[in-house]
Each structure stands twice: as structure tokens, then as C-alpha cells.
């Protein structure tokens, strides 16, 4: 563990790596790009990927205190895996930290949009649209397929008992 994980509780994101790998192995599911029509490109996954987890973060949002240190864990590991991803693809460090706020600026926009249309305050296809097909959405029954599976998503999230979450058993979406 490096000095800065010790001093930051690194170590501790370990404790979140099922959930954190479920979530990554949800967004990649064929059926999101095939029948869903959403982009198979860095983009397109990057959109699933945080639709699946802000969804996920409602839910531990809503669990309350025993969920809050396990969502900034969750933050944090989705952090540390979009650093490494842009410096893989070869993004400079001047522009990394530039680039994962943004990143983390849509996630948290797009948990917004989600919470607000999940509770009816918004229309939820129109947030899926918007937040997962940017400005190229496909046909509107791929759409609705997408925010058909990602509400049902959050729906079976919530009766999920939250020790089973975090030890990486998601739901399928």
C-alpha cells in the first residue's frame, strides 16, 4: 500500500472490489449495445458503466449510514479505474485529473437525473436519453428498452439485501 492509500484508506477499497467488479461486468453486458443500442465505444461504455452505478449508489444512498463509508469506497474505486483507464489509453497526467472530474461530474449528474426520475419529479426515459445516449440516440423502443431494464435494475437493487450488494451478487439487469 502506498503512503498516500494508507493516509487516504486505499486498503480499504479492497472491501468494495466485488461490488465495484459486478458493476463493470453489468455495464458490459452484450444486450445493452445489441438490443439497446447503446454506443459499443469508449464512450458508450463509459455512459453504462455509470448509469449501473449511480443506480447502484442510489440504492446505498438509501440504506443510509450502514451504505454511506461503502458508497465512497465505491467512488473512489470507480475514480481510481478511470485514472488508470485514461492513462492506459494514453491520456497525459496534466489532463487525467481534468478528465476524472468530469467523469465524476457525470456520475453524480446522472444519479440526479436517475433519483429525480425515479421519484417522478422527471421523466425517466428522457434522463436514460440523455445521460446514457448523449446526442445520437437510437430509435425510441431501444431507449425505452434501456430505461425499462434500468428502472426494473434499481427495482430488484432495492430488494436486494444489502450485505449480498456488497459482496458483489448484483441483480441482473
Keep these: 500500500m502506498s503512503f498516500l492509500s494508507s493516509l487516504f484508506g486505499g486498503g480499504d477499497r479492497q472491501a468494495v472490489r466485488p461490488l465495484y467488479e459486478a458493476a463493470v461486468a453489468a455495464a458490459r453486458l452484450p444486450s445493452w449495445y445489441r438490443e439497446g443500442g447503446v454506443p459499443d465505444t469508449i464512450d458508450g461504455r463509459f455512459d453504462m458503466l455509470s448509469a449501473v452505478l449511480a443506480l447502484i449508489l442510489i440504492r446505498l444512498e438509501d440504506s443510509g449510514e450502514a451504505a454511506r463509508r461503502p458508497a465512497v469506497l465505491l467512488t473512489e474505486a470507480f475514480v481510481d479505474d478511470m485514472d488508470g ?31 429525480r426520475g425515479l421519484a417522478g419529479e422527471e421523466d425517466f426515459v428522457a434522463a436514460v436519453r440523455r445521460n446514457v445516449f448523449r446526442d445520437e440516440p437510437p430509435a425510441p423502443p431501444a431507449v425505452d428498452l434501456v430505461a425499462g431494464r434500468l428502472r426494473a435494475f434499481h427495482d430488484a437493487l432495492r430488494d436486494s439485501p444489502l450485505e449480498q450488494l456488497l459482496a458483489g451478487t448484483l441483480p441482473t439487469p
Excluded: E, N, P, S
Excluded at 492506459?88 to 433519483?115: E, H, N, P, S, T
Design 85 to 115: 483507464t485514461l492513462r492506459q489509453i494514453g491520456i497525459g497526467d496534466v489532463v487525467v485529473g481534468k478528465r476524472v472530474g468530469k467523469m465524476m461530474g457525470a456520475l453524480g449528474g446522472r444519479a440526479g437525473a436517475f433519483r
